[in-house]
């Protein structure tokens, strides 16, 4: 079971970037094995990052392809507050729904809104769900 540390300065980070962050970089491999990073929006709910995705996009067919992915939290201009988790992946077909989806529409729906959509569009739209289950973390 993944835990973080939160007696740690480290944890403590941690903690509050999957609360507060807005976009991490979720790192996926592609066909040919090279690493594919994209920024992301996430959602850090039930001890798993969900990612809402459009369909048909790289990344899921990454994922479905080799599950294994990263998760990086962007770092200082000189390189500090490094933060990585990795695990599995899963793509997911039901869009994300319930409260998770509430905490989602609350952590970006004014970013939705800026889109020029509203959340049902934004869902719509981004419908396929990546749920990844962290194992590791790792950083300074």
């Not at 996926?28 to 090279?34: D, E, F, P, R, Y």
């Not at 929006?41 to 899921?60: E, G, M, R, T």
């Not at 989806?101 to 889109?115: C, F, H, R, S």
């Amino acid at each position: 079971m993944f835990t973080i540390d939160t007696s740690t300065d480290f944890g403590k980070r941690i903690a509050r970037q999957l609360d507060e962050e807005r976009v991490v970089w979720l790192t996926t491999v592609g066909k040919t094995g090279t690493p594919a990073p994209n920024p992301v929006w996430f959602l850090w709910h039930d001890d798993h990052i969900l990612i809402s995705s459009q369909p048909n996009k790289a990344k899921l067919h990454n994922v479905a392809a080799n599950p294994r992915v990263a998760v990086n939290f962007n770092a200082t201009h000189s390189g500090g507050d490094v933060g990585v988790i990795s695990g599995p992946a899963v793509v997911d077909e039901t869009p994300i729904t319930g409260d998770a989806l509430a905490a989602y529409n609350n952590k970006y729906g004014e970013d939705i809104a800026n889109l020029g959509m509203t959340t049902d569009q934004f869902h719509a739209d981004y419908s396929v769900l990546i749920r990844i289950t962290p194992e590791k973390l790792r950083g300074f």
